[in-house]
C-alpha cells in the first residue's frame, strides 16, 4: 500500500508512515512571526560538527562520558564536547534513519535497509554489522549487555552487545497509517517503555523483552484512516515513580511506572513529543504551542502559543529553561517558570528532532547535518 499525504510518505511493511510534520506539505500556513523580547540569558554558539543530511529522518545525538556521537546522510560521527573537535568519522556505507546509540564500547546506527551497524567507540571501525526485518527508526539503546533498537514493522529488538546476534524479540500489529516520529522508547531500571501506533505504551523487561504491562495513551477515533491515527509520539519521560507520553490526536498521560496505572491525562494532540523535570511535564501541540503541566495533578500551568506554524521540536527540559527549535532553524529558550522567551539563537537548517542535554549547555542536529552546541547562562 501506498499513500501520498501531505507530500511525505514512506511505504512500510503493507502499512504507510505519514510524515510527522503535517506543516510541512505543500499546503502550510505561513510561520509565526518571531516575537521581540528582551533577552533574560546568554545563549552562545559553542561549536559545529558536520554529520551528514538528515532530511525526514529524526536522528538522536548521543552523549557518553566526554564526547558526543552522532549520525547522518551516511556517516556515524564522534565530536569532543569540549571544543568540538572531530575525534572520527565513519562512512557506514549505508543511508542511515536512526542513530546514534552509545554504550558498552559501541557506538550504534540504523540504516533505511535494516541494517544496525555497531562501531567501535574508541576508532569508528566496524565492530559488526546486522540485518532486522526492516528500516531501524527512533533512538537506539544500549542496556547493560544489550542493544535495543526497533524497526519500522512494530518490532522491538534486544541484541548481544557482543556479535549483534538476537537476544529476543516484541512484536505488535501496526494500523494501516502511522506518523513518522512516533514510535520512541526510553529505558529506566531495566525497564524498556515504548509508544506505538495505535496510542498504546508498553512496559517490556528489557534483559528478555517480556511485557510487564500495556496502557492506553489514546483511543483511534474517526471514520477515516487517517481521522484515526492516534500514534504515541517522541520518547516517553520517566522518573522515579511515573512514565508520561503523548499522542497525536489524542493526549498526554501519565502512568505508575510499577503498574501501569493512570495517574492523570489531559486531551491535547503533538506530533512531535514531550519532557519532564522536577516540576512539569512539557508537551509541543500539534499547534506548534508548547505547554506546561504539573506532573502530579496535570494541571495546565502555562502555555506558549506566539510559535504557530513553525514546526516546533519535541522539548528539552533543562532546569531553569525550557528548549525548543523549529523548521526555520530558530533555537528558543522559554523560562521553564511561565513560558516566556528567555533567548532565541539560528542555525543554518530546519531542526526536526528535540534539543540534546549535552552538560554543559545543548546541541540540536539540522536538517543540513551539523550539530551545533550551544552555550546557555
Not at 509565526?32 to 554558539?45: D, I, Q
Request: net charge neutral.
Amino acid at each position: 500500500m501506498r499513500m501520498i499525504i501531505a507530500g511525505l510518505v514512506l511505504a512500510v511493511s503493507g502499512c504507510s508512515t505519514v510524515g510527522g510534520w503535517f506543516s510541512h506539505g505543500p499546503a502550510k500556513a505561513k510561520p509565526a512571526a518571531l516575537v521581540e523580547f528582551k533577552p533574560a540569558a546568554s545563549l552562545t554558539e559553542a561549536w559545529k560538527a558536520e554529520t551528514g543530511e538528515t532530511r525526514a529522518h529524526l536522528f538522536h545525538p548521543q552523549v557518553e562520558g566526554d564526547d558526543v556521537f552522532a549520525a547522518g546522510g551516511n556517516r556515524v560521527v564522534r565530536i569532543a564536547i569540549a571544543n568540538g573537535g572531530m575525534v572520527w568519522k565513519t562512512d557506514a556505507n549505508a543511508k542511515l534513519t536512526a542513530g546514534a546509540g552509545a554504550g558498552q564500547g559501541l557506538v550504534l546506527a540504523g540504516s533505511i535497509n535494516g541494517e544496525l551497524l555497531a562501531l567501535d567507540r574508541t576508532n569508528g571501525q566496524m565492530r559488526w554489522k546486522t540485518a532486522l526485518s526492516s528500516e531501524v527508526t527512533g533512538q537506539i539503546l544500549v542496556v547493560g549487555d544489550s542493544v535495543i533498537a526497533r524497526t519500522g514493522d512494530g518490532r522491538v529488538q534486544g541484541l548481544a552487545v557482543t556479535d549483534g546476534s538476537r537476544k529476543w524479540l516484541y512484536t505488535r500489529n501496526l494500523p494501516v497509517l502511522s506518523l513518522r516520529g512516533s514510535g520512541g522508547m526510553t529505558v529506566r531500571d531495566d525497564v524498556l517503555y515504548a509508544g506505538f501506533p495505535g496510542g498504546k505504551l508498553v512496559a517490556l523487561n528489557a534483559t528478555n523483552g517480556a511485557q510487564l504491562w500495556e496502557a492506553t495513551v489514546a483511543l483511534p477515533r474517526g471514520a477515516t484512516e487517517l481521522e484515526r491515527v492516534a500514534d504515541v509520539m517522541g520518547n516517553p519521560a520517566v522518573d522515579e515513580r511515573q512514565v508520561c507520553a503523548v499522542a497525536y490526536q489524542g493526549r498526554v498521560a501519565c502512568f505508575d511506572r510499577r503498574k501501569g496505572e493512570l495517574l492523570w491525562a489531559r486531551d491535547t494532540s503533538s506530533n512531535t513529543g514531550l519532557a519532564m523535570d522536577e516540576r512539569n511535564v512539557y508537551v509541543t501541540d500539534d499547534k506548534d504551542a508548547v505547554t506546561a503541566y504539573d506532573k502530579t495533578s496535570g494541571r495546565a500551568g502555562w502555555r506558549q502559543d506566539k510559535l504557530a506554524h513553525r514546526a516546533v521540536t519535541a522539548p528539552l527540559a533543562l532546569g531553569a529553561w525550557v528548549v525548543v527549535a523549529d523548521g526555520e532553524g530558530y533555537v528558543h529558550v522559554l523560562s521553564s517558570e511561565d513560558g516566556s522567551f528567555v533567548a532565541r539563537a539560528k542555525v543554518d537548517s530546519g531542526v526536526h528532532s528535540a534539543p540534546v542535554d549535552i552538560g554543559p549547555g545543548f546541541a540540536v542536529e539540522t536538517t543540513k547535518g551539523n550539530v551545533v552546541a550551544f552555550r546557555l547562562k
